[in-house]
């Protein structure tokens, strides 16, 4: 016998959960019950309940228990009984509802930025809906049952495939799919590799990122050291005891340059001679606008490298998939500090993400924002030009932001014009590691792929109308 009820949908039109406790036997509980559904409102006026053949199979009770418990409730008020249809609530059995008070005028609504040059974030308009919905339905028609039941934390053998290949032709890394692990992003990946116990601190970071991947490892108890930058990148001669180094060697986040081809070797030298490992975050690593992408650091010694990356900025940060491309050490423990039960990537999201590559429809988005955003970056650049030609975007032609160098001392007040504006961006200074002792000067970091097309160009002279003088 069971102690509860859960109605098929086609019986009264939606799921209905009634637990028989209490005293007095199954009789006066089911009456309880159904009161209690009537009063909360679970059973509309109206409803349909199940015959009592139905009801008793459901419940494991005897059908004049059920029939008894009706009567009562008709009996009540509370039901209605007539020939040919049915048993239902009473027109009249209202639910009782709490008062709610209804205030006068309702708050306004927060409102957003007018113009968004945050950095970080692609084009939303631009998510190639038709083509990731027809890889969607492929993979779905495509999957095998056992997709269905738990999946591998390692994550689908189909897109750690689709990924080996793809992260072989177009970024130069040397892997195959069972060094592969499938995260939902790089913080995902960070929390793993630090919060899971596989790496330990302290670890070295440029002296300049973003603040929160610093907030993940202080979470995780890890010590971070800056390093200084320069135009060549970081400066990895000033390596120390660490045990690894964060890098964006591709395009540094936020000042815009590359790692010089010295420095990369010099890193993986430090890596093999210390036992010392490389995390390289391949940041903007698929969007170069002046020349071809320069392969990633990964390449040069997959034993002492750790090459995360995602589709956050390439896609959409809504579909939380990236990966971590391990040394093979490290593949063990980093699928223990995962679990079994992985439960951040989803994997329909993988499967469609592995069609969306195989079939093509990645190379073509990547190639079509590329040609959007080098487009963006271009009209920033011919807007300085004309409306404030002191002031010069920084970095190679890459990625999805720039950095606008301003006159010393006038970052703080610039930001502040932005936002009385109704301009959001960020100043260099924001991403300054707290405990580096160097600068890189005053800046804006503006997000020239956060707009749509339309708002890109009120943007721009927006922005232009908030610069400090020369």
Request: charged share 25%.
């Amino acid at each position: 016998m069971v102690d509860s009820w859960v109605n098929a949908a086609e019986r009264i039109g939606s799921d209905l959960h009634l637990e028989l406790t209490g005293p007095g036997g199954r009789r006066a509980a089911l009456i309880r019950a159904l009161r209690e559904a009537v009063r909360g409102g679970r059973l509309a006026p109206g409803t349909r309940l199940p015959p009592y053949r139905s009801l008793a199979a459901d419940l494991g009770v005897a059908r004049n228990t059920v029939a008894d418990a009706y009567a009562e409730l008709v009996a009540e008020g509370w039901l209605t009984a007539r020939q040919g249809s049915g048993t239902r609530v009473a027109e009249r059995a209202e639910p009782l509802r709490p008062a709610v008070r209804v205030p006068r005028k309702a708050p306004p609504r927060e409102r957003g930025p007018r113009h968004d040059l945050t950095q970080g974030t692609p084009d939303a308009s631009a998510f190639p809906r038709t083509a990731w919905l027809t890889s969607y339905r492929r993979a779905l028609q495509q999957a095998p049952h056992e997709v269905f039941g738990p999946g591998d934390p390692a994550g689908r053998r189909e897109l750690r495939e689709a990924l080996t290949e793809y992260l072989a032709r177009a970024r130069g890394v040397r892997t195959a799919p069972d060094r592969i692990v499938v995260c939902s992003g790089f913080a995902h990946a960070l929390r793993l590799l630090f919060g899971g116990g596989v790496l330990h601190g302290p670890l070295a970071v440029e002296a300049y990122g973003l603040g929160f991947h610093r907030e993940v490892l202080a979470a995780a108890g890890v010590r971070t050291v800056p390093l200084p930058l320069d135009e060549d990148g970081a400066r990895v001669d000033r390596l120390g005891r660490e045990r690894a180094v964060l890098l964006t060697p591709a395009h540094q986040f936020p000042t815009g340059g590359p790692l010089h081809p010295a420095r990369r070797a010099a890193v993986i030298d430090w890596a093999r001679a210390r036992g010392g490992l490389v995390l390289e975050d391949d940041y903007d690593g698929e969007f170069r606008y002046d020349r071809k992408p320069v392969g990633a650091v990964q390449g040069l010694d997959p034993e002492h490298v750790i090459h995360i990356g995602s589709v956050s900025k390439s896609l959409s940060p809504a579909v939380r998939l990236g990966w971590m491309v391990l040394p093979e050490r490290y593949v063990g423990s980093v699928l223990d500090a995962k679990g079994e039960r992985e439960a951040w990537a989803s994997v329909l999201d993988q499967l469609s993400l592995a069609d969306f590559i195989t079939s093509g429809a990645y190379d073509r988005h990547v190639r079509r924002m590329r040609q959007r955003y080098r487009g963006r970056r271009d009209r920033l650049v011919a807007a300085l030009a004309e409306y404030a030609p002191h002031i010069e975007a920084t970095g190679i032609a890459a990625g999805l932001h720039a950095v606008l160098r301003l006159p010393p001392g006038t970052e703080a007040s610039a930001v502040k014009a932005a936002s009385w504006q109704g301009i959001a961006l960020d100043g260099l200074a924001a991403f300054r590691h707290p405990e580096s002792g160097m600068t890189v000067g005053d800046g804006l970091v503006v997000g020239y792929a956060t707009p749509s097309e339309h708002a890109y160009g009120p943007a721009l002279e927006a922005l232009c109308g908030v610069l400090p003088p020369p």
